[in-house]
């Protein structure tokens, strides 16, 4: 299994340009997630995803838009990329809602991360 | 609901027991602890969690007290790899619904 990947693995955007980031998982996994990590901080939840077809907003969902065509398939969307966009990106899927117990192996798995600059 | 507090950093030497804590004073009863690590600059990788009971598995031990309201992740023998950001998180309610979150963390740094 590769788990779960991300692309690209960095980009440089100017403002008001779009974009999307990508996330894809091999694990048949119900729950997807997005997250935002600014430097020194934790991470914070941009949307996420129950299953095909269903998705929610997290702590920080405005500028972003998702879609669930697929269970493999959550991608990221910045209609118009504004500087305070700039952040490391981290996709995350796991077969119980954000990983919550839980036995064994239901935990989260995240994606190496997508760095984004906004100029 | 309830939040986590750590240290934002620690040390420990190479080969010595890296003993990690963290306050949840407000936890519920049916809340578990979790904790996640980040090495730099990739995405963050679960350790272990747990409800009432010590838990150990191949990365670490995590010691809950009776009252549930600390716990410790023990890094029994640790070495340069695990030198990363550790997260302490439980269950927080955001928008009605259930999530995890991350705050800031331990920055542990391993020594040689």
New interface residues.
């Given amino acids: 299994n590769a788990g ?1 990947t991300q692309t690209p693995k960095f980009q440089v955007l100017k403002t008001g340009q779009s974009m999307t980031l990508q996330c894809a998982q091999d694990m048949n996994h119900e729950y997807m997630s997005w ?1 935002r990590q600014d430097p ?6 941009i949307h996420y995803s129950v299953g095909a077809g269903i998705t ?4 920080v969902p405005n500028g972003y838009n998702v879609s669930r065509s697929t269970t493999e398939d959550f991608p990221l969307r910045l209609l118009s990329a504004a500087p305070s966009q700039t952040s ?1 990106y ?1 996709c ?1 899927s796991s077969n119980r ?6 036995a ?1 192996g239901e ?7 997508t760095r984004l600059l906004v100029l | 609901d309830a939040k986590t507090t750590q240290p934002p950093s620690m040390d420990c030497a190479e080969g010595r027991a890296a003993n990690l804590p963290c306050n949840h004073s407000t936890i519920s009863g049916n809340e578990y602890v979790y904790w996640y690590r980040q090495i730099h600059s990739q995405g963050p990788q679960y350790i272990i969690h747990g409800l009432k009971n010590n838990e150990t598995n191949e990365m670490a031990s995590l010691i809950i007290t009776e009252d549930r309201k600390s716990s410790t992740l023990i890094l029994p023998h640790a070495t340069l790899r695990d030198t990363a950001v550790y997260y302490c998180i439980v269950r927080v309610r955001i928008q009605g619904a259930q999530k995890l979150v991350f705050g800031q963390g331990t920055r542990l740094t391993i020594n040689p």
């Fill in positions: 779960v997250y020194g901080m934790g991470l914070r939840l929610d907003q997290g702590e490391v981290f995350a809602l954000f990983g919550l117990a839980g064994k935990t989260q798995y995240f994606g190496p991360g």
